[in-house]
Each structure stands twice: as structure tokens, then as C-alpha cells.
């Protein structure tokens, strides 16, 4: 009788907790999962996108006074299922498509003014015709990066001239 009270209170005996090895809060001693597991991952809404346009204002450019490229300003927002897995965070992303049958290499400056403040400068080589991204607006010179862009606080010029090649 006492064989058989050891026995069955041995094979009672379970560990309970998260047994998911790819949660950030898994138990290796666990056996028996209590629906306690966490597993990081995050969603990324699109809030907007936004075009903003380059003209060459160069007067001994062969494009003067043309839309060379245009710019668009991309506002993502990352948001995680959890705390333990992130801070939700908004993102600018910049894609610039080259409107000309040239190469071209500057300097740019684009601005966004109002609910959202930004002041973002790059030099970029872009092929003829090419759609490239250029990369994020950094976190810290964003002010209110999950405000609202328009189209109208927008402004990108370039630092120097454009170069064809």
C-alpha cells in the first residue's frame, strides 16, 4: 500500500509553467504547460506615405527647373504583443525614385514641420531611373515621430548641385 501512495504521488508531480522553447519566459523543468508563455513578435502598421518632389534649380544644370526625383516618406509604427518584447515605436523611412536617364549624386536635406519635426540629410548616388531606399530617419532627430505628416510640412532641397553622370 505505501509502494503504491509513493507511486502514484511520484507520477502526480508535474512542473508547471511555460513550455514553449522559443518564449522568452520558457521553464526547461516545466511539464506541463499552464498557458503562461510568452513568444515576442510585432506588427508594423503603414500610417502614411507621403511624396515630396526634387527640382534641380541649378542654371548650368542640362535638368534646371526640372522634377529630377521624387521622395517618399514612409511613417511605420512597430508594435509588440508585449512589454517584455519591445517599445512600440514609430519609423521614417525614405525611397527616393530618380525621374531622369542619368546618374545622379547629392546631398539632400528634407525637412517635415509641424505635428511632426524632422531635419534628415543624406548623399546618395542613385542610378538612371532607379527607386532606391535610402534608409530611416534617425529615432533621436524625430520630435513626435508618430505625429501626423502632411504633405504641405514636407520640404526637400539639396545641399550643393546635382551631378549627372
Known amino acids: 500500500m505505501i509502494i503504491l501512495t509513493v507511486a502514484y504521488t511520484l507520477s502526480s508531480c508535474h512542473e508547471k509553467g511555460c513550455t514553449d522553447k522559443n518564449a522568452i519566459n520558457y521553464n526547461s523543468v516545466a511539464d506541463q504547460d499552464d498557458g503562461s508563455c510568452i513568444t515576442c513578435h510585432s506588427e508594423t502598421d503603414t500610417l502614411g506615405t507621403i511624396e515630396t518632389?526634387?527640382?534641380?534649380?541649378?542654371?548650368?544644370?542640362?535638368?534646371?527647373?526640372?522634377?529630377?526625383?521624387?521622395?517618399?516618406?514612409?511613417?511605420?509604427?512597430?508594435k509588440f504583443a508585449y512589454s517584455e518584447c519591445g517599445v512600440n515605436e514609430c519609423i521614417i523611412k525614405v525611397r527616393i525614385q530618380s525621374l531622369v536617364n542619368s546618374k545622379m549624386t547629392f546631398t539632400?536635406?528634407?525637412?517635415?514641420?509641424?505635428?511632426?519635426?524632422?531635419?534628415?540629410?543624406?548623399?546618395?548616388?542613385?542610378?538612371?531611373?532607379?527607386?532606391?531606399?535610402?534608409?530611416?530617419?534617425?529615432?533621436?532627430s524625430i520630435s513626435n515621430p508618430c505625429g501626423f505628416i502632411t504633405s504641405t510640412s514636407m520640404f526637400v532641397n539639396v545641399t550643393g548641385n546635382i551631378v549627372y553622370n
Open 53 to 78: 518632389d526634387l527640382f534641380d534649380n541649378n542654371f548650368s544644370s542640362p535638368h534646371y527647373g526640372q522634377n529630377v526625383a521624387t521622395f517618399y516618406v514612409t511613417q511605420v509604427k512597430n
Open 108 to 140: 539632400f536635406n528634407l525637412q517635415a514641420n509641424g505635428n511632426i519635426f524632422f531635419n534628415y540629410n543624406e548623399t546618395v548616388v542613385i542610378l538612371a531611373n532607379e527607386s532606391k531606399y535610402v534608409g530611416d530617419v534617425p529615432a533621436t
